[in-house]
């Protein structure tokens, strides 16, 4: 740069003088005296030289370079707390900086690059110099090493000088003073970056856009090529590149809005021109982000605000027609790829960018309004950076994880793009549900690699998301975007989908109806899928197995109020099994809950047969393992004999219930108890114990309940006897039928279980007797006993579904003689009852003879009575009480002299084909003739009309 320095008028000295002061300042001494000169004069002749005769400046200069490092060399000794021998220069500082400055001031055109110059370079070799000393901070420690040097009158007085320099210049040629400031920077940085944090907050708008516009001539210059191979150390292509960073750095604490308009303005005129230089504009901002976190959250954040679809398409043609940005087209990807890996803050954002600019949404309406979209150059390039960005992802990840995630070595390292990421995997896992095509294809991609990186918890965050959530109604898309997800997730975290059906079940607790119906409902649908043959299964850890383990927890949801939300639940538990290794206590608290919804199911005035049915098939499934077939039996036969249910069977309603009332909210204790203080107390009694409220609400009202109609009664018993059934029917060593319908099931139970369900009844129908002895008692043994036989047969009337249960007995032949008491129970009383009865014919008591008659059918079935003993019940509706009285004594007479005893139901040891004592068949003789003209036409019933004599 041309200057004129001779432009500043100089005092006026001979030759001699000034001879004699060049010889001075040249030989040290004095040229007159022949003494040495000290710093103080050596310095005052360097001045007088400078204004007399400006071609010694450089000289001058240079001179009064030592002299400001003397000066600067004092401080630092002072304080590392050493005393400095040298003399002070402080006032000689001063008069430097005065001179100088007036020679800016008077002609600045001339003096001030040249000054500016000069002190840039001077500060820059002090702060290199001295920034090993210990007196002097850190470089990182930017604010301290600033106080530091501003406390310096040596470093204080060039930073004046520099500053006022700039002021001057800034608005003629602002490129030579950041050119300068650069230059220097790249020598001696960090250690001059205080300078440069100093100068650029007195200027920031113009060191900012200047030191941009500085560094991408030298961008250019260097040429711009070659982003893939310098993204590492860009700095050794293009010195100045880090530099720039470092001054924007600087600046970014206090003037980072000034920094991000300065970016944007970089860039909306590059996209705005043709010029080659102003084309580098794009490689030349990624290549400054590779180097600085802030200037890569602004390009994340603010610049990807400004690529509108008709910037892009813009971009594209602008690269299009650049042969050198064409031609190292694969490094400038490679660049961006790069970037967005180290993206942190707005990394959703820009991830969203690229998927919408690879694959965006196309709305026809909103075309029709003439909105541009992005060409289709530019879409195939957002997908090659999309495949190109996934597969580089993988390779980092699974190379740091060597397929086995390993979270306690500490040198893997975190990618900050898929952190970021991390926090918006619910919003990944929403969109990924609704996507199609490629879109589907990328995100799902990224939500493994997401949860490979990230661990475990966020692995099963994504599974548990798509199990809570998934909705779409093609269901084998979204069964196979779950499977392959799972499948490469376990590639490296083999627990996860445990983990994931943990955290889903748990979310239960909290979550509404809908949320928790959707959740059984997508579990049952991938366990089917799992069972079933429409795919290739890729997941190793099967969903059914895991189920399994948390059958505990699901059968609770059997209790819910909700319908479908519990016929859900069985259809679940139908599906998954049981686990062969299941403990007891599970096991009788999966029966517990799966009985009383099968009873709740039964209470629904409407119940869905196929929801029974599947009650029915899932009992079966459990009482094929043998600890749970006798707990079946056991809840079911309990359950059936309640009060609450009794009345689904045909069974007598309770006249009477209590009716839980509300706590009164205007009842205090506190007062209750005052007045009963003011009443007489007297020691010892009652009156002195603190008064605890009124128990109760007095008499409990009567609650009219209608009876259920006779269909509903039969289903309802005809339901309880298949279960029975289909429980135990077979052995539990043999598998339990696949298809279940109610014409299938087998109308028998095995002897065990008929023994199981004989020793229940006793249990609940007469719990305090204990085992009762086979001989059967005498007639007299009625009068000890009348009081539990009353009690059984008040238990049979209020619930007469026991004559079916007891039936189901009797057909396994040596079962009833586990029950004997309730046999001789219910056969005392009526006997008492026939025997006290002045009715004339015993139909008129039908609800007894409809006992006797039901009695005699079990003990005939049971093969305790013969034929035609076991007949004599068809008799009673044509008799009279006494009548019906006798051949009830008959009955127990025979039983008294032939006791029913367990035994093999074969041939020899059936008392159905024995002959029976004519004195047991007399009275039946008897009646049949008593009454002829009634009975005669049932004779041939009873006896064999060919054995009687003519």
């Not at 400006?54 to 590392?80: Q, W, Y």
């Not at 998954?576 to 096991?587: H, M, Q």
């Not at 319908?741 to 023994?755: A, E, F, R, W």
């Amino acid at each position: 740069m041309a200057t004129n320095v001779d432009a500043v008028p100089r005092p006026a000295h001979s030759a001699e003088e000034l001879l004699n002061e060049i010889r001075s300042f040249v030989y040290g001494s004095h040229a007159v005296h022949g003494h040495k000169l000290t710093s103080e004069e050596h310095a005052k002749s360097a001045l007088f030289l400078l204004r007399t005769l400006p071609s010694a400046r450089s000289a001058v200069l240079e001179h009064l370079c030592h002299v400001f490092d003397e000066s600067v060399n004092t401080h630092v000794v002072e304080l590392d707390g050493e005393e400095s021998l040298a003399p002070n220069l402080d006032d000689m500082i001063g008069n430097i900086h005065d001179v100088l400055l007036g020679f800016v001031k008077k002609n600045s055109e001339g003096w001030a690059p040249l000054i500016f110059t000069w002190s840039i370079d001077l500060l820059g070799q002090i702060s290199s110099k001295y920034a090993g000393r210990r007196g002097v901070p850190h470089s990182s420690s930017l604010n301290e090493l600033l106080q530091l040097w501003m406390t310096c009158k040596a470093t204080r007085s060039l930073m004046e000088i520099a500053t006022q320099c700039i002021a001057v210049l800034i608005r003629s040629c602002p490129d030579f003073c950041v050119d300068a400031l650069l230059d220097t920077s790249v020598l001696h940085s960090p250690h001059f970056d205080w300078v440069v944090a100093h100068i650029g907050s007195c200027f920031p708008e113009t060191i900012i856009t200047r030191v941009l516009s500085c560094g991408l001539k030298d961008f250019c210059s260097h040429g711009s090529s070659s982003q893939g191979d310098s993204v590492t150390r860009p700095e050794k292509k293009v010195p100045k590149m880090a530099s720039v960073v470092g001054i924007l750095g600087h600046l970014a604490a206090q003037h980072s809005k000034d920094i991000r308009k300065a970016l944007l303005e970089l860039f909306q005129a590059s996209v705005d021109s043709t010029d080659e230089q102003q084309l580098s504009t794009v490689p030349f901002l990624l290549q400054l982000a590779t180097m600085s976190p802030m200037l890569l959250k602004v390009i994340t954040t603010d610049l990807v605000d400004s690529l509108t679809p008709e910037v892009l398409n813009r971009l594209s043609e602008q690269f299009y027609n650049s042969p050198v940005i064409r031609k190292d087209a694969d490094g400038l990807i490679t660049l961006v790829i790069h970037l967005i890996c180290k993206s942190g803050s707005g990394a959703c954002k820009l991830l969203h960018f690229v998927l919408d600019t690879a694959a965006p949404h196309v709305d026809e309406n909103r075309m029709d309004d003439g909105e541009v979209i992005v060409s289709e150059k530019v879409q195939q390039c957002g997908a090659l950076i999309l495949d190109l960005l996934l597969l580089n992802l993988q390779r980092s990840v699974y190379s740091k994880t060597g397929s086995k995630v390993q979270h306690s070595q500490p040198e893997m390292s975190e990618i900050p793009f898929l952190m970021e990421l991390q926090r918006h995997v619910n919003d990944l896992c929403k969109e990924v549900l609704t996507a199609t095509g490629k879109r589907l294809y990328w995100l799902q991609r990224l939500l493994s690699v997401i949860g490979v990186h990230c661990g475990e918890s966020c692995s099963s965050d994504i599974l548990s998301y798509l199990m809570l959530n998934t909705k779409s109604e093609n269901k084998t898309s979204q069964v196979r975007l779950f499977l392959d997800l799972q499948a490469g997730l376990e590639s490296s975290l083999p627990n996860v989908l445990q983990v994931a059906v943990k955290k889903s079940l748990y979310y239960l607790q909290n979550a509404d109806d809908a949320q928790m119906l959707q959740l059984l409902t997508n579990l049952t649908l991938l366990v089917k899928w799992e069972g079933g043959k429409q795919g290739e299964q890729k997941a190793k850890t099967q969903l059914k197995g895991i189920l399994q383990r948390s059958v505990q927890t699901l059968s609770c949801l059997l209790y819910h109020p909700c319908t479908p939300i519990s016929y859900q639940t069985i259809k679940l538990l139908d599906l998954i099994g049981i686990a062969t290794n299941i403990s007891a206590d599970t096991l009788t608290h999966l029966v517990q809950c799966t009985i009383q919804y099968f009873f709740n199911t039964l209470h629904k005035q409407e119940h869905r047969t196929d929801e029974v049915v599947t009650i029915m098939k899932y009992l079966g499934s459990l009482a094929r393992h043998p600890p749970s077939q006798t707990t079946i039996l056991q809840f079911l036969t309990q359950a059936v004999l309640q009060k609450e249910n009794s009345y689904l069977f045909g069974g007598k309603l309770g006249d009477r219930a209590s009716i839980k009332d509300p706590v009164d909210s205007q009842l205090s204790l506190h007062q209750s108890n005052l007045k009963h203080a003011s009443s007489v107390t007297v020691p010892a009694t009652a009156s002195t114990v603190f008064h605890a409220g009124v128990i109760g609400k007095g008499k409990r009202q009567k609650v009219e309940r209608s009876s259920l109609p006779q269909h509903i009664q039969m289903q309802n018993v005809q339901a309880v006897l298949d279960t029975l059934y289909l429980c135990g029917v077979v052995d539990t060593e043999k598998p339990s039928p696949v298809d279940i319908s109610l014409s299938t099931i087998p109308k028998c139970l095995s002897v065990k279980s008929s023994k199981i369900l004989a020793s229940l009844l006793v249990q609940f129908v007469c719990p305090d007797v204990l085992h009762a002895a086979t001989k059967w008692p005498d007639e007299d043994t009625m009068k000890f006993t009348i009081e539990r036989d009353l009690h059984i047969k008040k238990k049979f009337e209020e619930n007469p579904i026991l004559w079916e249960l007891l039936r189901i007995v009797a057909k396994a032949k040596p079962a009833l003689c586990h029950c004997p008491v309730l046999v001789y129970g219910l056969l005392s009383t009526s006997l008492a009852f026939w025997e006290s009865n002045r009715e004339k014919n015993a139909c008129d008591s039908p609800i007894q003879m409809e006992i006797s008659v039901k009695l005699l059918e079990c003990m005939a079935l049971a093969n305790f009575l013969p034929s035609p003993l076991g007949h004599v019940g068809e008799l009673f509706h044509l008799l009279t009480p006494y009548e019906v009285y006798l051949l009830l004594v008959n009955t127990w007479a025979y039983m008294k002299d032939h006791p029913p005893v367990e035994q093999d139901n074969t041939d020899e040891n059936n008392t159905s084909k024995q002959p029976v004592e004519s004195r047991y068949t007399k009275i039946i003789h008897f009646t049949l003739h008593h009454n002829i003209q009634t009975c005669g036409h049932l004779f041939p019933r009873f006896f064999n009309l060919d054995s009687i004599p003519r």
